[in-house]
């Protein structure tokens, strides 16, 4: 049979229970390839709430032990480590400061979870600084690329000192993967890896980021992460960063930059991550609390979205949730 009413082709037969929709599922969303970013405040005794981020809070050390523990457990592949200092000032002497908050959190978790998945740490200047700026000011208040750099190679120490595995360059400064590089290497830290937040644009969507890290950057930084409406210039920085010998290349925030993210991993010779900003995690939390949305249903899917358009590995505040859910 066939004709109008008799389709002889039907898509339909491979949904029509869940084990055949099983077996022709063309992505899944590994534990092992989820990441944990994870926010330590100096001086807390108890973890802080993050109001615009329900479930995410900032650390004290001992509740990020009890947090790292758990999220080695549930089979995560890695943490991304944030510092909240008690003190910054204009040049962010705590990112250096081998006392410093990042650089304590980093050592403990090293020494707790580095067996069992990659520790990492965001290597910029931003939650360090009195101004909020990824990178130190010149005399007219401009971020000063080339004065960052090495600011950011003196970060790169302290952090593979402390037993960072993986640095995350967020800053986007001209030329931060190579800097980074050739210090690691002339340092000894052959083994430490780059990964370079490499087209990372100027988001609305870190909004509950900046209240997570108190931040007190006024102003923005379009002066050096990308424009939302450039695509091209995403997949320049990832080809620039991919030769300064970068390891794996990043595009973020997700959701609203799949595209560049598809782009990007169907040219990569490296792995390509992704990272599910805070204000991608805020939406679904507050749509879901108002019951407007399937909380579950939207999680996984806004996340196998992420792997769908060509994530390796993703960087989700849901991380330890979805491994748990994922078994
Ligand atoms: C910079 C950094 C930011 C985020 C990760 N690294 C903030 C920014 O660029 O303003 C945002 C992450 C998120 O929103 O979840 N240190």
């Known amino acids: 049979m066939s004709g ?15 084990a055949m929709r099983r077996l022709v599922s063309e992505t899944r969303v590994p534990p092992a390839q989820l990441v944990l970013p994870m926010f330590v405040r ?18 004290s050390l001992d509740s990020f032990r009890r947090a790292l523990n758990g999220a080695a457990e549930a089979g995560v592949g890695g943490v991304m480590l944030f510092g909240v200092p008690e003190l910054r000032d204009a040049t962010g002497t705590g990112a250096t400061d081998p006392d410093g908050i990042l650089n304590v959190a980093t050592r403990l978790a090293a020494r707790e979870v580095g067996d069992a998945l990659v520790v990492q740490t965001d290597l910029c200047l931003d939650e360090f600084t009195d ?11 401009a971020v000063d690329n080339d004065a960052t750099l090495l600011r950011y190679r003196d970060m790169a120490i302290a952090q593979a000192e402390a037993g960072s595995q993986l640095l995350g360059l967020s800053g986007m400064m001209d030329g931060q993967v190579a800097a980074v590089r050739d210090v690691l290497d002339s340092s000894g830290y052959t083994d430490t890896a780059v990964l370079a937040y490499s087209a990372k ?5 870190y909004g509950p980021f900046r209240e997570a890290v108190q931040s007190t950057l006024t102003g923005d930084r379009r002066s050096y992460q990308l424009d939302p409406a450039n695509a091209r210039e995403g997949r320049r920085e990832a080809i620039l960063d991919a030769a300064e010998g970068a390891d794996i290349v990043m595009v973020k925030p997700a959701m609203s930059y799949l595209d560049v993210l598809a782009d990007v991993a169907a040219s990569s010779h490296i792995p390509v991550w992704a990272y599910q900003v805070s204000g991608e995690y805020a939406m679904i939390e507050a749509a879901a609390a108002n019951g407007w949305i399937d909380r579950r249903r939207a999680i996984e899917e806004s996340v196998v979205s992420i792997r769908r358009a060509g994530a390796d590995a993703v960087l989700t505040y849901w991380a330890v949730e979805l491994a748990h859910w994922l078994r």
């Open 4 to 18: 109008a009413l008799a389709p002889d082709i039907r898509p339909r037969r491979l949904r029509t229970g869940p």
């Open 201 to 205: 644009y100027a988001s609305a969507f």
């Open 131 to 141: 101004h909020g700026h990824c990178g130190v000011l010149d005399a007219h208040g």
């Open 42 to 59: 100096d001086g807390s005794a108890e973890p802080v709430p993050i109001g615009s981020m329900p479930g995410v809070v900032q650390h």
